[in-house]
């Protein structure tokens, strides 16, 4: 069981707050986890009596749980500790009055979950000060992502640093609190077999990919202000390249960990003017179908301007300048709208040095995310019959059915546990979140300076054509 807590989720009416937050909540209450005296409260502008958030808060409960994870009776004691507070998080008037409805925290420690735009993160910080509701003891914890540039992250990074200090803050990426993406560190650290070829001597080039089918659902002003770039590629991509080229840490432990993967981050080649035309792919989905049924093209959804040109897909060929790495693409891709949601990540190593058989003869490590954790070997064997006739088949380890099909933790359950306990292992250090802006930055002002607009895709398909001739181009090709 954890800390006695006020757990204040600010954006409480919002997406975040009640598909993913308040359902990791519930779990983590009906197993246990939080403390009895546990109190949550949900911010936000709107006017609501605490009934009708409740019954809100239920809704999405119920649609997020599975039925069998969702009992009445738990319902009920959960939402006894639920609440919530109509306030204008611009206001410093309306901190005061928290404060006032809060009363003195007796040991309570205050988690303050910013679940906002980060153009409020400020604000909210600076008030929560005057509002005395920033002690010592308390945490904040801050949704990616953090600013819209390297200049605004900074700001805010200082401005939080200015109330808080870098072990009361936890910068979220939920990528780092999936099961497989922890995995990563595993495989590559507990497995004596892999190091010696963990390198360019062996690897010919890594590809990184997050595809997703759906579209903007309903954050589209958000979604079109940010793009794909800040959106996903700023941060879980470029954490999952940290992990994949990092050196091993000397503990596993917050600050050695994450001094190996600022490291990554400051080796990355930078990207800069007119090599954005040949390393980077903008695309944005035009109309089209998935699984049947016809989806609109980005610009006409809801909250989208109509000549938008944020993009919904990027792809990256990137370079980590170092010693292990010199040499190594790695390909990022990612978009909206794809063919199918596929998050995985493939190790294409080098050919043997002497073929003695005809036919390409490559192994390869894919490691799935999504939809499925599995992680798999592909070998190169003699197929049966007469000839040697060689066949690629893989070593397949699916870790759903080698670990039995208990209920898998969602990212923001384990992250949200992890801010109670106090571990910043699976957090984003501020040094990291700005030397990720600073390889980011280059890349948007050359879209700006070249005019590089986003090449339309229709919705449904593996992206805009030429992001396979970012690979093409050296030989290369995505992996289905
Ligand atoms: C979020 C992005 O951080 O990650 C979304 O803002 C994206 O645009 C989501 O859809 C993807 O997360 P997951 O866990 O579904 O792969």
Redesign the pocket.
Known sequence: MTIPCDILVFGGTGDLALHKLLPALYHLYRDGRLHNAVRIIALARRTLPRNDYLKLAERHCRAQVTRQDFEQEVWQRFAARLDYFSMDASQSADFMRLARYLGEPFGLTRVHYLATAPDLFVPIVRHLRLAGLADSEARIVLE?PIGHSLASATEINAAIGAVFRETQVFRID?YLGKETVQNLMALRFANALLEPVWRNNQIDHVQIS?C?T?GVENRGPYYDRAGAAR??LQN?LLQLLCLIAMEPPAQFEAEAIRDEKVKVLRALKPITDLDVQDKTVRGQYAAGSIGGQEVPAYYFEKGVDHDSDSETFVAVQAHVDTWRWAGVPFYLRTGKRMARRS?QIVIQFKPVPHALFSGGQVNQLSIQL?PEERVSLRMMTKAPGKGMRLEPVELDLNLAQVFGQTRRWD?YERLLLDVLEGDSTLFMRRDEVEAAWAWIDPILQGWQTHFQAPRPYPAGTDGPEHSNQLLAREGRQWQP
Request: glycine share 0%; hydrophobic share 35%.
């Open positions: 990616k939920h997050v997703e759906l959106d996903m879980h998050s999504q990212a």
